[in-house]
């Protein structure tokens, strides 16, 4: 069965202080892993999909990257308007569904 | 950018009552997904649709049924609705038919209530 679990469940930061969110995953064939970005009450924003262990994305101050077992989501400078959960989840090569994890809760202190 | 539009974005029912959740995917994207999102929890996969056809199938209770019709746009309808049915009902669309654009693109969410 495909499994996401992400680290930590909760992380508070100062502005400006960099810092990276975990995603592991066991997948019997990777398909692809996506972050998404949920604001309270509302639908998840699509960040970014990696496809292969060592491909990297970037938007603004945010980075993603994946190996074989799990990705990373850097977040470089953050800024209040960063506050939000992060989402990861991954799709199998065999299904047409999204498994995520159960989220990174991020706070910005400005 | 044309997004995915879900309506009602808020309904309240009483327990044992109906409802039907509409979806209106992106512009020629061609596969619907629908998850549930509880409170503090992450969205759980209900069900899928590619071409109107149901593609895959999560764990949605057999008091549901989704279908896609041929302007591509899916409903959800849920019956016998029980007190656990309130969450966050979110569509999201794709576009499998291009390796570019598989990405599962969001709607708003509609909010059910049962009371």
């Known amino acids: 069965e495909d499994q996401v679990t992400q680290s930590p469940e909760a992380l508070r930061l100062q502005e400006g202080e960099s810092s990276s969110l975990n995603c592991s995953y066991t997948?019997?064939?990777?398909?692809?892993l996506f972050w998404y970005r949920q604001d309270p009450g509302k639908g998840p924003e699509f960040l970014f999909t990696?496809?292969?262990a060592g491909e990297e994305k970037e938007k603004e101050r945010l980075k993603a990257t994946l190996t074989k077992k799990e990705s990373f989501l850097h977040i470089t400078a953050p800024k209040p308007e960063d506050s939000a959960t992060y989402l990861c989840?991954?799709?199998?090569?065999?299904?047409?569904?999204?498994?995520f994890g159960q989220g990174t809760r991020l706070t910005i202190n400005p | 950018a044309a997004g995915v539009i879900q309506s009602p974005r808020h309904l309240i029912k009483e327990k044992r009552e109906t409802a039907t959740l509409k979806c209106y995917p992106i512009?020629?994207?061609?596969?619907v997904y629908w998850y549930q999102q509880g409170p503090g929890q992450d969205p759980q996969f209900l069900i899928s649709?590619?071409?109107?056809?149901?593609?895959d199938k999560g764990s949605i209770p057999d008091r549901f049924s989704a279908q896609q019709f041929s302007d591509y746009h899916s409903e959800l309808n849920m019956s016998s609705l029980e007190l656990g049915d309130s969450a966050l009902y979110f569509c999201?669309?794709?576009?499998?038919?291009?390796?570019?654009?598989?990405?599962?693109?969001f709607g708003p969410g509609t909010r059910l209530l049962v009371l």
């Open positions: 999201a669309s794709s576009q499998r038919t291009s390796m570019l654009e598989e990405t599962q693109y």
């Open positions: 997948v019997s064939g990777l398909r692809g």
């Open positions: 990696l496809y292969s």
């Open positions: 989840a991954v799709e199998n090569q065999g299904a047409q569904k999204l498994v």
């Open positions: 512009p020629r994207h061609d596969t």
């Open positions: 649709f590619y071409e109107k056809m149901q593609s």
